[in-house]
């Protein structure tokens, strides 16, 4: 078994690394692949050198699965030639709503590993992960009818760059300096932004269209979901606060033990100072986590939830290597 990762010495691609070591994931080769700018720099894994090779001329017939980490128009450039040689694991948004290529979250939709056509399989969306990984055993008993989905963005969703940016504004905003946003529509430090990625239709960014769409292809069709997502001054982890409206009656307090016994789900909730997860809490945990989970007092078929995972990790790293331990299980 060998190991392709483009985009090496990006955000995810190190995250991927980090998520290889944890896990003993066992290969033959390894190879790291990533911009000419990068190529011939060494990383360092499991105390060997590897060095990165230049992804305008890497044969991909070396590799057996390759982990693209490196955005959409390097995914739409690459992936498919990548793919007549091995199994691609897309972090991009490029292929995730083509109806041939499976979008996958291992705790939810496993099965449609099943139903691979062009050797791509696309990661979702890290704000789509962690919510449909809380969700699916909810709707597995009572049914989801509709989802309302606020989301509290961290900048590492952006890239290196923009966690720079947030700490240079930071200091200037504490000495009263003057802020011009570079990776922000506005300023960042101290403030929260309406604004992730273009506007699309309806007055809709295609954040929000992502997570409604992958939600519906991941979850199910039927579910009804709108979302506003918001980018907040914080490093790393996304925050999710969701009003799930269900089809069939639910006490409480199953919802809570379906949560407890759920893969990849931890519940911290108490009603008291403290008594739930925060971002903070859960950057460089696998886990996502689940508090203030209380009745809709408006509504008694539906359920609040505060959804907190680390974006980089859960949301992106971690599941992609999820998704390669599931397809090696499908062949064996």
């Known amino acids: 078994m060998n190991i392709c990762i483009v985009g090496a010495t990006g955000n995810v691609g190190r995250k991927i690394l980090d998520v290889l070591e944890k896990k003993n994931f066992s290969f033959d080769q390894l190879y790291l692949v990533a911009s000419e700018k990068s190529a011939g720099k060494k990383i360092l894994f499991k105390k060997k050198e590897y060095l990165i ?10 590799c057996d699965i390759t982990f693209f980490s490196a955005g959409g128009k390097i995914a739409e450039k690459f992936a498919e030639k990548a793919a007549k040689h ?12 083509d109806p041939d290529v ?12 099943k139903n691979i056509k062009k050797n791509i399989i696309a990661n979702a969306n890290c704000s789509t992960i962690q919510m449909v990984i809380a969700l699916k055993p909810l709707h597995e008993v009572f049914k989801i009818k509709r989802i309302v989905v606020s989301t509290y963005q961290s900048v590492s969703g952006a890239g290196k760059d923009p966690m720079d940016e947030l700490i240079d504004q930071t200091k ?33 960014t295609k954040e929000e269209m992502k997570m409604i769409n992958e939600t519906q292809k991941i979850l199910d069709k039927n579910i009804n979901v709108t979302a506003t997502c918001v980018r907040v ?5 996304h925050a999710e606060s969701v009003n799930v409206e269900f ?80 397809y090696i299980k499908t062949k064996q």
């Not at 499976?102 to 590993?113: A, T």
């Not at 001054?233 to 982890?237: D, E, L, R, T, Y």
């Open 53 to 62: 090779s230049n992804l305008e001329e890497f044969d991909f017939s070396k």
């Open 86 to 97: 091995s199994i691609v694991i897309d972090n991009s948004s490029f292929f995730r709503m």
């Open 102 to 113: 499976p979008l996958i979250v291992p705790q939810v939709n496993y099965n449609e590993l």
């Open 172 to 204: 200037l905003a504490l000495e009263n300096k003057k802020i011009d946003s570079k990776n922000f529509t506005k300023q960042i430090a101290f403030n929260a932004i309406p604004h992730i990625d273009s506007f699309s239709n309806e007055g809709y």
């Open 233 to 237: 001054p914080v490093m790393v982890s």
């Open 247 to 326: 089809e069939k009656e639910f006490t409480l307090e199953k919802v809570i033990n379906l949560l407890i016994n759920a893969e990849g789900c931890k519940v911290i909730n108490e009603q008291v100072d403290g008594g739930y997860a925060t971002q903070i809490e859960a950057e460089g945990k696998d886990e996502t986590f689940i508090s203030r989970i209380r009745q809709d007092n408006t509504n008694d078929k539906a359920i609040n939830l505060w959804i907190v995972s680390d974006n980089l990790l859960r949301g992106a790293a971690l599941n992609a290597v999820e998704i390669a331990e599931a």
